[in-house]
C-alpha cells in the first residue's frame, strides 16, 4: 500500500529555515500530485501546499513567498522549504498523496508527519 514518511522537522528560531522531506512508496510517484498540510494543537488540520505531477504548484496564502513546495521524481520524495519562519507556523506537518492533479488540495494517502516548532 501507499507509504508516505516525513522527516527533517524540528525546532528553529523565529526566521529561521527547514527543508522537510517526504519519501513516498507504494505509488507511482511521478503520476501523482502530492502536497503537504500541517495541524497546530487545538486548531483542525490546514492545508499548506501542493504540487501536480507536472510540477505546477499552489500555496496557502499565509505560507506565499516563504515556503517551496518540490518534487524529484527519480527519488520519490517530495520537498517542503520553510523560510522565514514564524512562531504560528508551528504544527505537525503531514504530506500527502492528492486525489487527483486537477485537485490537488485533496488528500488520498498521508504520512504520520513531523514537528515543527519555531520559536521566539
Known amino acids: 500500500q501507499v507509504q508516505l514518511v516525513e522527516s527533517g522537522g524540528g525546532l528553529v528560531q523565529a526566521g529561521g529555515s527547514l527543508r522537510l522531506s517526504c519519501s513516498a512508496s507504494?505509488?507511482?510517484?511521478?503520476?501523482?500530485?502530492m502536497g503537504w498540510s500541517r495541524q497546530a494543537p487545538g486548531k483542525q488540520r490546514e492545508w499548506v501546499a501542493g504540487i501536480t505531477s507536472g510540477g505546477n504548484t499552489d500555496y496557502e496564502d499565509s505560507v506565499k513567498g516563504r515556503f517551496t513546495i518540490s518534487r524529484d521524481n527519480a527519488k520519490n520524495t517530495v520537498y517542503l522549504q520553510m523560510n522565514s519562519l514564524k512562531p504560528e507556523d508551528t504544527a505537525v506537518y503531514y504530506c500527502?498523496?492528492?486525489?487527483?492533479?486537477?485537485?490537488?488540495?485533496?488528500?488520498?494517502?498521508w504520512g504520520q508527519g513531523t514537528q515543527v516548532t519555531v520559536s521566539s
Open positions: 500527502y498523496q492528492a486525489i487527483a492533479n486537477w485537485n490537488i488540495r485533496v488528500s488520498n494517502y
Open positions: 507504494g505509488t507511482i510517484f511521478s503520476r501523482n500530485a
